[in-house]
């Protein structure tokens, strides 16, 4: 069977199976939805949000990309940003990096940032990685290939990210309006499947 007529079948197995045992399964969120959490992740296929973290229909709204990555020149981003804050009224942003991403693993065998003259999106966004991170690899002198360096510079990247984010004007002003929102910082572990925290905050007072 082709892959994606697998999907399909899957797809009528499951929504059939969540009827038979509560059908008002699905119909009860057709008036809307409420999520609590905007999760911003990797679009990586082994980091699913929902999967990972058993969350059930309208509990996360979701956005992801390469390496989730944090920038105000990402319209997409930015316009899922302002909805989940500003219209969702998240009290939470899950803001999620994972070990093995490729895009932190392409940016550490970059040369170096190539910058405007990458030729295409996806080196540009590898590139822009890369520049956030310069000081973290260059810190690391020649010792580059092993897992446990990888591994702290995701979590490296992560902390550019969460800072970038955190500064974020539609966040300062959720704050500064007294909006009752939390950024989460995490990593998730591919081989393990544990989801680890590795900052906090709500705003002034840091935990
Ligand atoms: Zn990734």
């Known amino acids: 069977m082709n892959p994606v007529e697998s999907l399909f079948a899957r797809n009528r197995s499951w929504a059939s199976r969540h009827v038979a045992g509560d059908p008002s399964f699905f119909t009860r969120h ?15 296929s082994r980091v699913a949000p929902e999967l990972l973290t058993g969350s059930r229909i309208g509990e996360l709204f979701v956005h992801r990309n390469i390496a989730n990555m944090i920038s105000q020149d990402d319209e997409s981003l930015m316009s899922v940003l302002l909805y989940a804050v500003d219209v ?3 009290t939470n942003i899950i803001l999620c990096g994972h070990y093995g991403c ?37 810190g690391l002198g020649g010792c580059q290939c092993h897992a446990d360096v990888a591994d702290k510079l995701v ?22 309006q007294q909006q009752s929102l939390t950024l989460w910082g995490c990593v998730f572990d591919i081989g393990s499947g544990q989801l680890k925290e590795l900052m906090r905050t709500h705003g002034r007072t840091e935990e």
Do not use: Y
């Not at 057709?30 to 990586?44: E, F, N, R, V």
């Not at 170096?112 to 690899?137: F, K, M, T, W, Y």
């Not at 004007?169 to 500064?176: D, F, L, R, T, Y």
């Open 30 to 44: 057709i008036a809307g939805q409420k999520p609590h959490t905007l999760w911003l992740g990797c679009s990586d």
């Open 88 to 90: 969702l009224n998240v």
């Open 102 to 138: 490729g895009g932190v693993l392409a940016a550490l065998k970059m040369k170096e940032s190539a910058g405007l003259s990458a030729c295409n999106p996806l080196e540009r966004r590898v590139s822009a990685l890369r520049q956030g991170l310069e000081a973290d690899i260059s």
């Open 155 to 176: 979590e490296a990247h992560l902390r550019v990210q969460f800072e970038r984010l955190q500064a974020l004007p539609v966040v300062q002003q959720a704050w500064g």
